[in-house]
């Protein structure tokens, strides 16, 4: 069953600290990974898409890395602001069709505090 | 900031009531989505379009209806409103071939009571 797995489910960490939020997938065929970060009421933004070949991307402050051997992604964040304060939502892509069929994790919920 | 809006951003209704959800994009993309999200869990898909007159169900059976009459135009009805209905509703698009970008809406966060 193709699922994608993230931790913590929630997180609280001091403003100017870093973090690192994890994603796992079983999702097979593989084409892409995504993180989003959604706030409170909000519809989901993109930060980083990565394909099978790419293994680190960065968007300002966040990082994100996959290795797609084991089937794992990271998303780090440099020097949290208080506006970070979201979930964040990696979502997998097979191959299966042209519409790219997403698989979307539960979220990391982030809190950040002054 | 993507070009996609979804109106009315809340609203809270009787059960029984028939309602339509809005979603238009100007982005000229000719796939989109509409996802049904519950607090603290994943996106689920439960409509999708390629284009103009083409609609298809997602993984997540539901009792709404969508229409793509026109390209920027993709409405979400519910006949009849229950409960079960009450939910965070997402609106996505996506563009040119090969693009895996899918931009989303602000959402309607809808309250059956």
């Known amino acids: 069953k193709n699922q994608v797995e993230q931790s913590p489910q929630s997180l609280i960490i001091l403003e100017g600290k870093n973090c690192t939020l994890q994603?796992?997938?079983?999702?097979?065929?593989?084409?892409?990974l995504r993180w989003y970060k959604q706030d409170t009421g909000r519809g989901p933004v993109s930060l980083t898409i990565?394909?099978?070949?790419?293994n680190t991307k960065s968007n300002g402050r966040y990082t994100a890395t996959l290795d797609a051997d084991t089937k794992q992604s990271s998303l780090h964040i440099t020097a949290s602001q208080l506006s970070d304060s979201a979930s964040y939502i990696c979502v997998v892509s097979d191959r299966g069709s042209t519409l790219g069929r997403l698989y979307f994790g539960r979220g990391t919920q982030l809190t950040v505090w002054p | 900031e993507a070009d996609i809006y979804q109106t009315p951003r809340y609203l809270v209704i009787g059960t029984g009531k028939k309602i339509t959800l809005e979603c238009s994009q100007t982005m000229g993309h000719d796939k989109m989505y509409w996802y049904q999200q519950d607090p603290g869990m994943e996106l689920h898909l439960i409509h999708y379009s390629y284009g103009v007159n083409s609609t298809e169900k997602g993984d997540l059976s539901s009792e709404s209806t969508v229409s793509r009459i026109r390209t920027e135009h993709f409405p979400l009805t519910l006949e009849s409103a229950r409960p079960s209905h009450t939910s965070q509703y997402l609106c996505?698009?996506?563009?040119?071939?090969?693009?895996?970008?899918?931009?989303f809406g602000p959402g309607t966060r809808l309250t059956v009571t």
């Open positions: 996505a698009s996506s563009g040119r071939q090969g693009s895996y970008e899918q931009y």
């Open positions: 994603c796992n997938y079983t999702v097979s065929p593989f084409s892409n």
């Open positions: 990565m394909t099978f070949s790419e």
